[in-house]
């Protein structure tokens, strides 16, 4: 390998291996995972799918792909495996955005619209941002939170009674609260609209049954696998039977081209981790990490956005500690500890800036951290925020 490539690879390993990681969205792969995604599987050409499924496609446009067919129907089958249910699924999207283009694409056309959680109550740029492809090509409108930070469902039923969409959105990327599928459904279905659900974040949750599932609700969800699900950077869609046509061609040939094989083996092997009874203890510990974590903060005297957490993340809300966003994620970055800047509800400042920071829990407890060892590390950002106010 060229040489300084492979020196780049081991400064960064070095920097995962020393610093504490609280991502909310970042995981550690496992070393079968690794495997995986680092095998010869990367120089496969496989546009299309495995012939024998049931969505009545067309099959490959290759020859040779008799070994990735078996590896991607086994994906397929683990993923239906780990949420327990008999929707589609196609595990061929390149990651959580191009889930969610194929996704919307599927059901909708250019400018119709779409109800989702507005971008600094917590959803993701893929939820409507002008900045991204959703804002420009739909017709977004948005629901709010409450003044506690609760997603706030008579919200929801104004908007949807009021807009019509033809899609409402639910998911987040920065909500800390169990999200209510079937509040959502009996929604969508009193004005005939599609339920689609975004389930990144949770996804691992939803798998370990700490969070209400969304499949028997939504017509389509999507999700990433590289976040709580530990598998490596990718997304997937599962989608009611009926969709199943639609959403596949939306992804092969409307969106992406070849699939990435030795990623879809990485899920597969992903998949399969989620399976055990220790994948299942580790999603728990996550969520108490982050309960432990929060409660430490509340009792320093800081405000937590909706008082508390649910899941694996929380959002803390720095505006009457005179610190911004930014200036805490770029302080904690000296002191090796990585956290990043977030929007709270009612933001005064700009995204750039922040008034919040968000935490997360899954990368540390994968790492073997406890309880104790998130209480300490609330304790340690606690007196690098007041020493970075008393000298500013
Ligand atoms: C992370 C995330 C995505 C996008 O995933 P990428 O793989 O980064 O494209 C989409 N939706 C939600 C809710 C997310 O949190």
Same mark, same amino acid.
């Given at each position: 390998?060229?040489?300084?490539?492979?020196?780049? /690879?081991?400064?960064?390993?070095?920097?995962?291996?020393?610093?504490?990681?609280?991502?909310?969205?970042? *995981?550690?792969?496992? %070393?079968?995972?690794?495997?995986?995604?680092?095998?010869?599987?990367?120089?496969?050409?496989?546009?299309?799918?495995?012939?024998?499924?049931?969505?009545?496609?067309?099959?490959?446009?290759?020859?040779?792909?008799?070994?990735?067919?078996?590896?991607?129907?086994?994906?397929?089958?683990?993923?239906?495996?780990?949420? *327990?249910?008999?929707?589609?699924?196609?595990?061929?999207?390149? =990651?959580?955005?191009?889930?969610?283009?194929?996704?919307?694409?599927?059901?909708?056309?250019?400018?119709?619209?779409?109800?989702?959680?507005?971008?600094?109550?917590?959803?993701?740029?893929?939820?409507?941002?002008?900045?991204?492809?959703?804002?420009?090509?739909?017709?977004?409108?948005?629901?709010?939170?409450?003044?506690?930070?609760?997603?706030?469902?008579?919200?929801?039923?104004?908007?949807?009674? %009021?807009?019509? @969409?033809?899609?409402?959105?639910?998911?987040?990327? $920065?909500?800390?609260?169990?999200?209510?599928?079937?509040?959502?459904?009996? /929604?969508?279905?009193?004005?005939? $609209?599609?339920?689609?659900?975004?389930?990144?974040?949770? +996804?691992?949750? /939803?798998?370990?049954?700490?969070? @209400?599932?969304?499949?028997?609700? $939504?017509?389509?969800?999507?999700?990433?696998?590289?976040?709580?699900?530990?598998?490596?950077?990718?997304?997937?869609?599962?989608?009611?039977? %009926?969709?199943?046509?639609?959403?596949?061609?939306?992804?092969?040939?409307?969106?992406?081209?070849?699939?990435?094989?030795?990623?879809? $083996?990485?899920?597969?092997?992903?998949? %399969?981790? =989620?399976?055990?009874?220790?994948?299942?203890?580790?999603?728990?510990?996550?969520?108490? *990490?982050?309960?432990?974590?929060?409660?430490?903060?509340?009792?320093?005297?800081?405000?937590?956005?909706?008082?508390?957490?649910? *899941?694996?993340?929380?959002?803390?809300?720095?505006?009457?500690?005179?610190?911004?966003?930014?200036?805490?994620?770029?302080?904690?970055?000296?002191?090796?500890?990585?956290?990043?800047?977030?929007?709270?509800?009612?933001?005064?400042?700009? @995204?750039?800036?922040?008034?919040?920071?968000?935490?997360?829990?899954? +990368?540390?407890?994968?790492?073997?951290?406890?309880?104790?060892?998130?209480?300490?590390?609330?304790?340690?950002?606690?007196?690098?925020?007041?020493?970075?106010?008393?000298?500013?």
């Amino acid at each position: 390998m060229v040489k300084d490539i492979l020196e780049l /690879i081991e400064k960064e390993k070095k920097r995962q291996d020393e610093n504490i990681e609280l991502i909310a969205s970042e *995981n550690f792969v496992s %070393e079968d995972v690794l495997k995986a995604v680092g095998s010869i599987l990367t120089n496969k050409y496989s546009e299309g799918y495995p012939a024998n499924r049931t969505s009545g496609n067309v099959g490959r446009y290759y020859g040779g792909c008799q070994v990735v067919d078996e590896i991607e129907e086994k994906c397929c089958d683990l993923w239906r495996k780990v949420f *327990n249910t008999d929707y589609h699924v196609n595990v061929q999207p390149h =990651c959580g955005s191009t889930a969610n283009f194929a996704a919307y694409f599927s059901v909708l056309n250019y400018g119709d619209t779409i109800l989702s959680m507005s971008l600094d109550n917590g959803a993701h740029l893929t939820h409507g941002s002008p900045v991204s492809f959703s804002g420009k090509f739909f017709n977004m409108v948005f629901y709010d939170v409450d003044d506690n930070g609760f997603i706030d469902m008579e919200d929801v039923k104004r908007k949807a009674e %009021e807009h019509k @969409p033809k899609l409402i959105l639910a998911g987040a990327s $920065a909500y800390s609260r169990i999200i209510h599928f079937d509040k959502f459904k009996e /929604i969508a279905d009193s004005i005939g $609209a599609y339920f689609m659900v975004d389930m990144a974040h949770i +996804a691992g949750l /939803i798998a370990a049954g700490v969070h @209400p599932t969304p499949f028997g609700y $939504a017509d389509i969800i999507t999700t990433t696998t590289h976040k709580t699900l530990r598998g490596p950077r990718g997304g997937m869609i599962f989608c009611k039977k %009926e969709l199943a046509k639609k959403v596949d061609s939306a992804i092969f040939p409307f969106s992406q081209g070849g699939p990435l094989q030795h990623i879809i $083996a990485g899920k597969a092997v992903a998949a %399969e981790e =989620c399976l055990t009874e220790d994948y299942k203890k580790y999603i728990e510990q996550v969520v108490k *990490n982050c309960k432990a974590m929060c409660n430490e903060f509340i009792k320093m005297g800081y405000k937590v956005i909706t008082g508390g957490t649910d *899941n694996h993340l929380f959002l803390l809300d720095l505006s009457d500690k005179g610190i911004t966003g930014i200036e805490c994620q770029e302080m904690l970055d000296k002191y090796h500890i990585t956290v990043n800047k977030n929007c709270i509800p009612n933001e005064t400042r700009s @995204p750039k800036v922040a008034s919040g920071i968000r935490i997360g829990t899954p +990368a540390m407890t994968t790492k073997g951290y406890m309880e104790k060892d998130f209480i300490e590390v609330a304790h340690k950002i606690d007196e690098y925020i007041k020493e970075f106010v008393k000298n500013k």
